[in-house]
């Protein structure tokens, strides 16, 4: 799918650092810096489609297209994830667009693909900074994932994967 044969994980992890580290509190106006970032976000109706499609990015368009139906937390997620794809990954679309594929939310997700890798990766890095979870790991879990504005099974996942 891609010339990549391995997950950049530090350059995600430094993109989304980047972004963030100008914040001193949670959570992180992830709409805000995906529209300073080019991007116009889109909250929009999946219709038939909108049990498994969370987010697009539309590379061409300088959109970014959310699922109006999900929680405030997933539609979170979905805005740092495709702006990981955005910044991650537009030289990659924009060299073979018809490689590059749609996020599903309930399938079964392809544990092979870099390019979601990289964007899921970003997305926890950026929506919630080692340096605002550093000093209040000790937090329970359900209060973090409250206070940074993700879903629990995130925070949990970042707790397990902060440096």
Known sequence: MSS???????LAQNKAEELAQKYSSPPIPIYEIAEN???NVIFADFGK????????????NSRM???RADSAQRQAF??????????????FFLREPDKYPVLPRFSEPDRDNIFEKEANKFAACLLVPAHLLKPVAVTPVSLL???FGVSRTMMEFRLKNVE
């Not at 990549?4 to 530090?10: D, K, T």
């Not at 489609?49 to 061409?60: Q, S, Y």
């Open 37 to 39: 970032n080019g991007l």
């Open 4 to 10: 990549l044969s391995q997950p950049r994980w530090e």
């Open 78 to 91: 979905t805005m740092a994830h495709e702006l990981g794809h955005w910044i991650l990954h537009k030289e």
């Open 145 to 147: 994932a409250n206070i």
């Open 49 to 60: 489609n909108a049990e498994k499609v969370a987010g697009v990015c539309d590379f061409v």
């Open 65 to 67: 297209y959310v699922n």
